[in-house]
């Protein structure tokens, strides 16, 4: 598949989570989250630190995801993404997009050697998608 290829099949999902949402409303993390639901997009916080961004409840780990999360937006050091690729594989989770600067070279492969579609180009879901401050 091309790049317009896998962003298409990745937003085609019904569900979504953001590992790396933040409560700073500054940060990534927090911008990608209000991007889904600026575009009315159900999904769910992945913080470790925080039980609650954007008044929706947030959870923990990608491990305590909902069976129903098809595709996982990562925000994080290229070193934690690496760890969440392997929740998510373990998960069950077929599309993953690393917004940029959240990607390594291993997180990629491993992505690809367990078939997941995952979007690791540079491209920013801030971008594609037309995110607005609110």
Known sequence: MNIDERIAQFLSSEFFAVAG??????????????????????????NPHAAVVEGLSSVPH??????????????????????????????GIRNIWMQP??????????CEEAGINVIADGSCLLVVLGYHES
């Open 62 to 91: 990608v491990s305590d995801l909902p069976h129903t999360v098809e595709a996982l937006s990562i925000i994080t050091p290229p070193r934690i993404t690496e760890q969440i690729v392997e929740e998510a594989i373990s998960k």
């Open 101 to 110: 600067g959240a990607q390594s070279a291993h997180a990629v492969a491993r």
């Open 21 to 46: 949402a933040s409560v700073n409303r500054e940060k990534y993390g927090n911008k990608v989250l209000r991007c889904y639901l600026q575009h009315g997009k159900r999904v769910i916080p992945v």
